[in-house]
């Protein structure tokens, strides 16, 4: 049975989330466990020496490298590996480039890791096996296309810090436009191997020999036995993307890509225009609601971005023949697979669950 809309009076997130709560005042379920996380995280602000702890307990004086840090060439990876030389520390830059880079981002990672002076690694997949891999998920009509790479890029950072002895792998995620995100919309987070896996076989051909994957069993063992840890440091400083954005621009000649992960050519064109327009889910409701609750903007002026399009009508056209070019498939083809019925997670066979009760059951332990 189909829901009367509904929009949360406190955010912007909606009814477009097929699994939202709103109270009896009216507030969303997000918006009211975001405030709950945010209020722990303020907590642990308040200890001026948490970030000095942080610092201590990652910098080494034996090693080359005391962490690794995933760039993609966007905002918050770039100002993260930043802070962390600013600090002292001595990280191994990591990018994954599965393809479908944007030359701007390509030209941000090279210039900041230049300027920094830190030691990179691009991670380069073999594009047609991945192409494949990821061509069997635009089949498949599930809306988690980034499913493929988040894997990838997971499974390339703990390898990387595994085979350097590195204990810490310090992440540009943050809170303040990322703590919203409805599990429907970005179940590619869980990096969930039995969906990957089914789709895999259901739709394709191909056979996984090169790319890096990891799931459940391989992340405990690299958390529990290898002692590989996350970071988080923009949580815990006064962190403003737009600041951020623009001291990136003066001091390393930073170039905009025009949107959150828009570093990604496939990943700006879904989020933007896939999304939106065949799975009914505005990703910029999410971002623009983490930003509310985190003060970083009004209610009025996100409600006034969304009266916008999401895209630029005038360059689906060039997008959509460049990515099926890319994928060596007729726009036609193309067509056909973004006009099928609308998939979730929920259509497939997976592990939500189990995931889900252990990623709790670390979280307790590394309290």
Known sequence: MKRDYQICNYCVMDTTDEDIIFDENGRC?????????????????????????????????????????????????CYTLYLCVKWGLKPLAVHMDNGW???????????????????????????????????????SSIVDIEMPTDIAIAASLYETAAKNKIKYIISGGNY??????????????????????????????????????????????YKFFKRIKYLYPLNYIDYNKDEAREFLKIEFDWQDYGGKHHESRITGFWQSYVMPVKYNMDYRRATLSSQIVSGQITRNKALQIL?????????????????????????????????????????????????????????????
């Open 176 to 221: 303040s436009a990322e703590g919203i995100l409805p599990l429907t919309w970005g179940y590619h987070v869980l990096k969930d191997l039995k969906i990957y896996k089914h789709i895999i076989k259901k739709y394709s051909d191909v056979k996984i020999k090169t790319v890096p994957i990891v799931g459940l069993r391989k992340e405990i063992y």
């Open 307 to 367: 009266e916008n399009l999401p895209y630029n009508p005038e360059k689906i056209e060039i997008e959509k023949n460049y990515i099926a070019k890319k994928y060596g498939i007729s726009r036609q083809e193309l067509d056909k697979y973004l006009n099928l019925p609308p998939k979730t997670y929920k259509n497939f066979p997976n592990q939500k669950k189990l995931i889900m009760m252990m990623y709790d059951l670390y979280r307790s332990i590394i309290k």
């Open 29 to 77: 379920n997000h918006c009211k466990d975001f405030e709950q996380t945010l209020e722990k995280i303020k907590i642990q602000k308040q200890n001026t020496d948490y970030i000095d702890n942080l610092i201590k307990k990652v910098k080494s004086k034996n090693k080359k490298y005391d962490s690794i840090v995933g760039i993609s060439g966007g905002v918050d990876s």
């Open 101 to 139: 880079n944007s030359e701007i981002a390509v030209t941000n990672v090279k210039r900041i890791v230049k300027k920094l002076g830190v030691d990179y690694i691009s991670y380069v997949l073999n594009w047609e096996e991945f192409r494949e891999i990821q061509k069997a998920f635009l089949k």
